[in-house]
């Protein structure tokens, strides 16, 4: 070998053991810093509720607390609601994606035009209920006739009821407030069964009791509402979330509900620990969330277009909704949800 290459193989080997000492001598040293690995990327998913954050929403909050959205590659967002919530004008101007509603309400957004669309369910029957005092001798629907009610003008079920039992009775807004049913023995008050009872009690009356809307036999849901383009545009993202979600009711129902219920007063600091443990024993009570017939097995979060295509039926009959106005394909996707548990 020439001297000259000799001594270029020669430098190159010294500059290849120098770089492997100093490469040992980092690797042993620990004041140089070793890069973190990057953090996943995570999605963001927001979610207007409808109203402040109570029991309702276990679901959401047990899955934040827990970390299930987050495992799942999810950023969820929780936008707390209230009487002006406008959650339907949010989620289809695209301010939020996933808004929680009362799907007759959904229904008759989608026939004005809204581009949004039911993907699942919060209770597979809406809570919405009529209150009225234990002595109170209306016990059926047909005894409302002539009476005085309290309750949302816009609320379909109130039209059902006068054309379904050939009554009538008058109308009053509801105020969100139970002072009025307390102080009044003879009050009957739309009313969510699974929050005003506790605050009626609080107040010093006995134990309201209920006439169902479901059982006369008009069954909305409470649902999940999205965004039509969202869900177009992010299908799995949806999936992923609605997983995730049934999750969480999951966990809240049949596990610890302390992380949720810590989360849910950060967002409502008058929520006391009786009110949330009284409301989510009333939902469990009622298998609001997993479905009242146990013989149909685990229904959490799912919809289907049986219920969907009766509710449609039912508000064209009223003349709510104009006949043919909607078809079932148009107001709902089943396909995002996970396989279903028996």
Not at 15 to 41: H, I, M, N, Y
Request: aromatic residues 10%; hydrophobic residues 40%; contains cysteine.
């Amino acid at each position: 070998m020439h001297r000259p290459l000799r001594r270029i193989v020669g430098s190159l080997t010294l500059l290849a053991l120098g770089l492997l000492a100093t490469s040992c001598r980092r690797a042993a040293d620990p004041a140089v810093a070793t890069p973190e690995p990057t953090a996943p990327k995570l999605t963001r998913v927001t979610v207007q509720l409808d109203w402040i954050p109570e029991p309702e929403h276990g679901g959401f909050y047990q899955a934040e607390a827990r970390g299930f959205f987050r495992a799942a590659g999810l950023d969820v967002v929780l936008l707390p609601g209230g009487p002006n919530a406008f959650a339907l004008q949010k989620i289809a101007t695209g301010q939020a994606d996933i808004a929680q509603q009362d799907s007759t309400n959904v229904l008759l957004a989608i026939a004005e035009g809204l581009p949004v669309i039911h993907i699942g369910a919060v209770f597979q029957n809406d809570p919405s209920v009529l209150m009225l005092h234990a002595d109170n001798p209306v016990s059926r629907f047909e005894d409302l006739n002539g009476k005085t009610i309290m309750a949302r003008p816009e609320w379909a079920f109130i039209p059902y009821l006068k054309k379904k039992y050939g009554i009538d009775f008058k109308l009053i807004p509801q105020n969100f407030s139970v002072a009025n049913f307390i102080g009044n023995r003879d009050f009957i008050q739309q009313g969510y069964y699974i929050a005003e009872p506790f605050h009626i009690v609080r107040g010093g009356a006995q134990p309201p009791k209920f006439l169902y809307a479901w059982d006369a036999g008009f069954d909305a849901y409470t649902v999940l509402a999205a965004n039509r383009p969202w869900v177009e545009k992010n299908p799995e993202t949806a999936r992923i979330f609605l997983a995730a979600y049934i999750r969480g009711w999951n966990d809240y129902l049949q596990g610890d509900p302390t992380a949720a219920h810590a989360l849910m007063k950060q967002g409502n600091p008058n929520a006391s620990d009786e009110f949330l443990a009284f409301s989510r024993e009333q939902i469990i009570r009622e298998r609001l969330v997993t479905g009242r017939k146990p013989s149909e097995g685990d229904l959490t979060g799912r919809v289907t277009e049986d219920r969907f295509r009766t509710q449609i039926l039912q508000l064209e009959e009223l003349g709510i909704l104009p006949a043919g106005k909607l078809s079932v394909d148009r107001v709902v996707r089943t396909d995002l949800l996970p396989p279903s548990r028996p």
